[in-house]
Each structure stands twice: as C-alpha cells, then as structure tokens.
C-alpha cells in the first residue's frame, strides 16, 4: 500500500561551498533568488565557484516497520541527509515527503541550562523537540525513571556527568512515540546497561515506526536495521539488505592492508603468503610464512587472529589446540597452517598473526594487518561467526 | 507546491526546492502556524533564561536597575556641576531618568533578536525547531527588563511630586510605538547578522550614537541650528518624547509622528518576519553544525 509509505526521498541534491566567505554570500543569494517572481528555479542548478554536491541525486522509499541505516566513509553526506530529512535544510533538487510525527535522536540534551536542575532542564529540553508541558507532565516519572537519575534530579545539571546526561537526553527524546524517528549515532552512550535499554526501548518501537539510522558501527546497524543506504561524496552507489550494504561499506573503506611487523628479534618474517583469499563458508584458509632465524626455537606455536574490517576482533586461531607446534631452525625455513572449516559470514576481514615461543610468553614474530581475506557464500545473518 | 506545507491531520510534510512565495497563502499560514505551535517553547525558554540568568549572582534582579541609574547619575553629575546647562519643563531628574529608562530599552530591544537567534544556533541548525521561538523569548525577555526598570520610576516620582497626568494611560501605546522602531531593525539584522557579523557589531557600535541626537539626556533645544533640525529629523526623537510626555506634562505635540512612525514600523516587522521564514533554511545551511 502505497499509503505505509512514510518517507519519501525523489531525487534530492544539495550543495555546499568549501570557502567561508563564498558560502555566506550564497546564503544571501539563495535568499534573494526565492524572492525572483513567481518563485520559478532551476530545475538543475549548476555548482557555483568552490562548491561541490553535499548530496547528489538521492532516492529512496521507506515504509513503516522498516529500518534503514544510512552508511559511508566521514563526511559522505549522511548528517546533511538528516538534516533535509528532518527539514532543517531546503533540498537544491528534488523533494523529500515525510507522513507522520518525526521524532529525534539527534544532539541529546539540546536546549539544556547547565545551571538550570534536571527537572527544569526536561521541560526546555521537551519543548525543544516540540511536546507541550502536558505531555511531559504525564510522562515525567517514567523518564526520570529510564534516565536513572531519580536521586539527582532536582541538581543542577552541570553537577551530571556527561552520561547522566546523554541519558536523560535520550530518555526524554524517546518518550513519545514518533512515526519517523532520525538517529544520529547517539546509541554508544552511556554504559552498556543503560545501552541495553535503548535498544530495548528502540525494539519497542520498531513496529510502528520507521527508522533511519546513521552509524558507523556494523554491531549497531545489523541490530536494528532490516535495509541499508551507502553514500559516497554524497550520491548513492547502493540501496539494498543492510548485510550487503555493510559488506559493501566495508569493501570500500576497508584500510590498506599494509604489511606491518610491530616486533621481530632473532626470527624474522621473509614471506608472508595466502594462497587463496576468497573462501567459501566453511573453506579453509591457508597461511603461509617464511621465517629467517638466528636461533634454534623448538616447539613454537602460532596464534591468527581474525578482525572484522571495522577493527573487531571476531575469532583467535591457536596452532597449539590443534597439536601443531613446530620448530624453528637456524636459517631459512617455511611453514604452512590451515585453519579448517572457517565460518565466517560474508565480509571482508584481516589477519593478524604472532609466532610464540615454547614458554608462552615470548612473541618471536608479531604482525598484524598482513593479509585481507573475503568470505563468501552466507549472506544472511548479522553476526560474524556462525555455528 | 510550498516548501513545507503541513496537512494538520495526516501530518505530512513535503521540503521540495520550489519557492515558498510560488504559494504566498501558504506561507502566511505557515508563519502563523509556527507562531501557534511554538507559543508554549517561547514560554518555556523565556522562563529557562530568567531563572538562568540571575541563579549564580548576589545582587540578582539589582542588575537590571544599575544601567539606567548610573548613566542617570552620571548626567545628574554633569548637571550638578554645572558643565552642562539643560532647562526642562519638569525636575531634570526624572527628565534624565525616564529618557534612560526608555532608551536602554530601545537599544536591548535593537540588538535581543539577533542575539537570540545566535543563541540558539546550537539547536536549531539540529533539529526541527523555529528559529523564532527563540527571538521571541529575547524579545519577551528585553520587555520584562523594561517593566522592571520602570518600577524605579514610582519612588522618583514621588521624590520630585511629579504627579501624571491624564495622558499617563497612553504611555503603553507611546512606548509601542517607539519600541516597534527597535524591533523592525532587530528582526531585519537577522538575516544578514547571522550570516556576517559586521552587522552586530555594527548595532552594538553605533546604536548608541543616535542618544545624542534624540530627546534622551537633553530636550530638543530652543535655539535653531543643524543640530536641532538633525534632532527633530531622527526618527527616533518622536517616539522617545512623546513617551515621556504623557507621564510627565502631558503634552501630545510628538503623537501624530510617533505614531506614523511605529506604524511604518511594524509593517517592517511583519515584514522581516516573513523575509526570515523565507530565509531560514539558507540561513540554517550556511551556519553549519
């Protein structure tokens, strides 16, 4: 049904100016052209001196009950998205349709008086994001309650750390229920209890609601988006299931894999090889090093860890609890291990590996970031190991 | 196609490039509607500010007193010693004292829209709020500022036995008048204040230069000369003068072009306010974070 459409984005384009001077002068000019007769413009405005597209032909339709994040590299065009979303900005192009209340996880805390006592502050910070005093009379217990701030809140706020306030923030920008709601990687606040609830309260509105989530945190997308939208210099190069968009966000900003050996002392690396970086789910992945050692090492063993693109650590393979300890001899040697049936969901991630002598302390070889590896072949499911 | 328009029942809102003048109803309606929907948030942060702004000082609302007190003291001063030789038809105190009165008010009012504009930059330029509400308040707030400074005038009256005349009930509508001067300038400095800062600084500056040649410290002289036509020529010098008529010897000589004035006036600020409705998004995009 056309009708549980609740966003709407047609082709919308917006353009900012790099230098200061130029990019006021335009605001005067912007605001004089509204002014020309009839209001008629053009349809498809040049880029003046110094500017370049914020956002450049985006489009997309959201429905209710559906999530979707808005991902890509800093600076890509996801808070100007937001912020034409949210209507604070006038699209160049196009034009954006939103059916239904619009609530916000933006700027948490907005309007507060440091000097002013929490109490006070919710009532600035309520009608900040438009509810009237009424509304928050009726809900007041129930946000101090989620805040968890009961015992401090007639202090004044500058007296809050700066978790207590984010939380009272959040809790009341959540506390009525929005058909739209704009999140603004505001959700890795406060400690993770307090973040537990937040998704609790997030998975509570879900239903209802549509959600469009900036973040930079795959963890926090897969958890509450189903679609996703990847920006780059602010056009869109893909719109689809949020676990590909993330893989391909992923793909694009993944770091140079660059060859790093943060110790080496008697062993020293010669080669470092992966025969094949493509694996299947449940594929083998095969490492092999070419060591050049000073010293005689018995019983050594290897330790691979396994990192996600965005740097977590998803999995640690030890060639000790598969009985492969090995020796190093005096000169060149190679080596070979296989780390069987990898189940790794679709992605791109690193490798980092550490070459331990016998008493388990001593780090021989150290290297991390030496090799990317994709996996492919599972592309459902959010979570980077799977049983 | 207006750039927002709101459907009050389905709540949908469209932003699309057209301008908001291709349907001038709509916007009226629009700015009306802002008005309606933010007239408890203009409460709420009128309020925030008033109970913020004294909490951390000792003399608290004394502050708002000294301004007035001290230029008039300082003019008192001149006076007493004789280096300025000022006849006015009433006891020169309450001359001097109603004129600050006024005029540090009229200068508050010049400046309190762009400062609250600016004040609330952080939060408007984030989330869906009217930039308006937050000038309203420093408008709303520079009024109580008055009020409150007029309560000195009570005892001074006394001490003097300066009784008002019958005319004292237009006072309000003199003051308007005079005042709908500073708001016209004020709310036009918005949009281009908030984009270069020359224009602040320029309000700040040189405001304070027009006292001079207006009825504030001094009447308007007997002798003829420029400075005497420059004074009856500002603008400003109906609007100051009749105020202090009424409340003083009654005298309604300034009414008709104190009032035209403050009628010109207000038409600019209807005026400026919708001129900034327009401007708001541009204004938002180019103020950044």
């Not at chain 1, 991902?71 to 900005?89: E, H, P, S, Y």
């Not at chain 1, 869109?236 to 793909?251: F, G, Q, S, T």
């Not at chain 2, 930039?131 to 003097?160: D, G, Q, T, W, Y």
């Given at each position: 049904?056309?009708?549980?459409?609740?966003?709407?984005?047609?082709?919308?384009?917006?353009?900012?100016?790099?230098?200061?001077?130029?990019?006021?002068?335009?605001?005067?000019?912007?605001?004089?052209?509204?002014?020309?007769?009839?209001?008629?413009?053009?349809?498809?405005?040049?880029?003046?001196?110094?500017?370049?597209?914020?956002?450049?032909?985006?489009?997309?339709?959201?429905?209710?009950?559906?999530?979707?994040?808005?991902?890509?590299?800093?600076?890509?065009?996801?808070?100007?998205?937001?912020?034409?979303?949210?209507?604070?900005?006038?699209?160049?192009?196009?034009?954006?349709?939103?059916?239904?209340?619009?609530?916000?996880?933006?700027?948490?805390?907005?309007?507060?008086?440091?000097?002013?006592?929490?109490?006070?502050?919710?009532?600035?910070?309520?009608?900040?994001?438009?509810?009237?005093?009424?509304?928050?009379?009726?809900?007041?217990?129930?946000?101090?309650?989620?805040?968890?701030?009961?015992?401090?809140?007639?202090?004044?706020?500058?007296?809050?750390?700066?978790?207590?306030?984010?939380?009272?923030?959040?809790?009341?920008?959540?506390?009525?229920?929005?058909?739209?709601?704009?999140?603004?990687?505001?959700?890795?606040?406060?400690?993770?209890?307090?973040?537990?609830?937040?998704?609790?309260?997030?998975?509570?509105?879900?239903?209802?609601?549509?959600?469009?989530?900036?973040?930079?945190?795959?963890?926090?997308?897969?958890?509450?988006?189903?679609?996703?939208?990847?920006?780059?210099?602010?056009?869109?190069?893909?719109?689809?299931?949020?676990?590909?968009?993330?893989?391909?966000?992923?793909?694009?900003?993944?770091?140079?894999?660059?060859?790093?050996?943060?110790?080496?002392?008697?062993?020293?690396?010669?080669?470092?090889?992966?025969?094949?970086?493509?694996?299947?789910?449940?594929?083998?992945?095969?490492?092999?090093?070419?060591?050049?050692?000073?010293?005689?090492?018995?019983?050594?063993?290897?330790?691979?860890?396994?990192?996600?693109?965005?740097?977590?650590?998803?999995?640690?393979?030890?060639?000790?609890?598969?009985?492969?300890?090995?020796?190093?001899?005096?000169?060149?040697?190679?080596?070979?291990?296989?780390?069987?049936?990898?189940?790794?969901?679709?992605?791109?991630?690193?490798?980092?590996?550490?070459?331990?002598?016998?008493?388990?302390?001593?780090?021989?070889?150290?290297?991390?970031?030496?090799?990317?590896?994709?996996?492919?072949?599972?592309?459902?499911?959010?979570?980077?190991?799977?049983? | 196609?207006?750039?927002?328009?709101?459907?009050?029942?389905?709540?949908?809102?469209?932003?699309?490039?057209?301008?908001?003048?291709?349907?001038?109803?709509?916007?009226?309606?629009?700015?009306?509607?802002?008005?309606?929907?933010?007239?408890?948030?203009?409460?709420?942060?009128?309020?925030?500010?008033?109970?913020?702004?004294?909490?951390?000082?000792?003399?608290?609302?004394?502050?708002?007193?000294?301004?007035?007190?001290?230029?008039?003291?300082?003019?008192?001063?001149?006076?007493?010693?004789?280096?300025?030789?000022?006849?006015?038809?009433?006891?020169?105190?309450?001359?001097?004292?109603?004129?600050?009165?006024?005029?540090?008010?009229?200068?508050?009012?010049?400046?309190?829209?762009?400062?609250?504009?600016?004040?609330?930059?952080?939060?408007?330029?984030?989330?869906?709020?009217?930039?308006?509400?937050?000038?309203?308040?420093?408008?709303?707030?520079?009024?109580?500022?008055?009020?409150?400074?007029?309560?000195?005038?009570?005892?001074?009256?006394?001490?003097?036995?300066?009784?008002?005349?019958?005319?004292?009930?237009?006072?309000?509508?003199?003051?308007?008048?005079?005042?709908?001067?500073?708001?016209?300038?004020?709310?036009?400095?918005?949009?281009?204040?908030?984009?270069?800062?020359?224009?602040?600084?320029?309000?700040?500056?040189?405001?304070?230069?027009?006292?001079?040649?207006?009825?504030?410290?001094?009447?308007?002289?007997?002798?003829?000369?420029?400075?005497?036509?420059?004074?009856?020529?500002?603008?400003?010098?109906?609007?100051?003068?009749?105020?202090?008529?009424?409340?003083?010897?009654?005298?309604?000589?300034?009414?008709?072009?104190?009032?035209?004035?403050?009628?010109?006036?207000?038409?600019?600020?209807?005026?400026?306010?919708?001129?900034?409705?327009?401007?708001?998004?541009h204004l938002v995009a180019r103020l950044g974070m």
């Open positions: 049904m056309s009708n549980d459409v609740t966003i709407s984005c047609d082709n919308v384009s917006k353009r900012f100016a790099r230098d200061l001077k130029k990019s006021l002068f335009y605001g005067l000019c912007d605001t004089f052209s509204e002014l020309k007769k009839g209001g008629v413009k053009d349809e498809n405005p040049p880029l003046r001196d110094s500017e370049f597209w914020a956002l450049k032909n985006v489009s997309f339709e959201l429905k209710r009950g559906e999530a979707m994040a808005l991902m890509g590299a800093n600076g890509c065009g996801k808070t100007t998205m937001l912020k034409v979303l949210n209507g604070l900005l006038k699209p160049d192009t196009g034009r954006v349709t939103m059916r239904g209340r619009v609530g916000a996880l933006i700027s948490l805390g907005a309007g507060f008086n440091p000097i002013l006592t929490g109490r006070e502050n919710i009532y600035v910070n309520g009608s900040v994001l438009g509810f009237s005093k009424r509304d928050i009379d009726a809900r007041f217990d129930e946000i101090v309650d989620f805040a968890g701030i009961s015992e401090s809140i007639d202090a004044p706020v500058r007296t809050y750390s700066s978790g207590m306030q984010v939380r009272l923030g959040f809790s009341v920008a959540t506390c009525m229920d929005p058909r739209i709601l704009l999140i603004d990687e505001v959700l890795a606040v406060g400690d993770f209890s307090f973040r537990a609830r937040c998704y609790g309260r997030l998975a509570s509105l879900m239903e209802d609601t549509t959600i469009l989530f900036v973040s930079h945190s795959a963890q926090q997308v897969t958890r509450i988006c189903n679609k996703g939208i990847l920006l780059e210099s602010g056009e869109p190069v893909m719109c689809d299931d949020v676990a590909k968009v993330i893989m391909e966000y992923n793909r694009r900003n993944a770091p140079n894999s660059a060859f790093r050996v943060l110790y080496d002392g008697d062993a020293s690396l010669t080669a470092t090889e992966v025969p094949n970086r493509e694996i299947n789910f449940g594929g083998d992945l095969t490492l092999n090093l070419g060591i050049e050692s000073k010293t005689r090492y018995e019983n050594c063993f290897l330790r691979i860890l396994i990192r996600k693109a965005d740097e977590e650590l998803v999995g640690e393979w030890n060639s000790e609890l598969h009985d492969h300890l090995f020796d190093i001899p005096v000169g060149e040697s190679s080596h070979e291990f296989t780390v069987n049936n990898l189940r790794l969901h679709d992605g791109i991630y690193r490798i980092a590996f550490f070459v331990m002598a016998e008493d388990r302390i001593t780090h021989l070889i150290n290297a991390t970031n030496v090799e990317t590896i994709e996996s492919t072949g599972l592309c459902y499911g959010g979570v980077a190991v799977q049983f | 196609m207006s750039q927002s328009e709101i459907d009050r029942n389905g709540e949908v809102t469209c932003y699309s490039s057209a301008s908001p003048l291709r349907d001038s109803k709509g916007l009226l309606r629009s700015v009306w509607q802002d008005f309606v929907d933010t007239r408890e948030l203009i409460f709420t942060l009128f309020t925030r500010d008033l109970r913020a702004q004294f909490r951390q000082s000792i003399l608290g609302y004394i502050w708002l007193l000294l301004p007035p007190v001290t230029t008039a003291a300082v003019w008192l001063f001149l006076q007493s010693q004789r280096i300025l030789n000022v006849e006015t038809d009433i006891p020169y105190p309450v001359f001097i004292l109603v004129g600050t009165t006024v005029w540090t008010s009229f200068v508050n009012l010049v400046s309190a829209p762009l400062v609250g504009f600016n004040a609330g930059k952080s939060i408007y330029t984030k989330l869906n709020v009217a930039p308006e509400a937050f000038v309203m308040s420093a408008i709303l707030r520079a009024l109580l500022n008055f009020v409150i400074r007029l309560v000195i005038l009570v005892p001074v009256f006394i001490v003097f036995k300066v009784v008002p005349p019958s005319t004292w009930y237009l006072f309000p509508v003199a003051v308007v008048s005079f005042f709908a001067i500073a708001l016209a300038v004020g709310i036009w400095a918005i949009p281009f204040g908030s984009l270069f800062t020359d224009v602040g600084n320029f309000l700040t500056n040189f405001v304070k230069i027009f006292m001079y040649l207006a009825p504030v410290v001094y009447p308007v002289g007997k002798k003829t000369g420029l400075f005497k036509e420059l004074m009856i020529n500002n603008p400003l010098t109906p609007g100051i003068a009749w105020s202090r008529d009424v409340i003083t010897t009654g005298s309604n000589e300034w009414a008709v072009p104190a009032l035209l004035i403050g009628l010109i006036s207000l038409l600019f600020v209807l005026a400026g306010l919708l001129f900034l409705r327009i401007a708001r998004p």
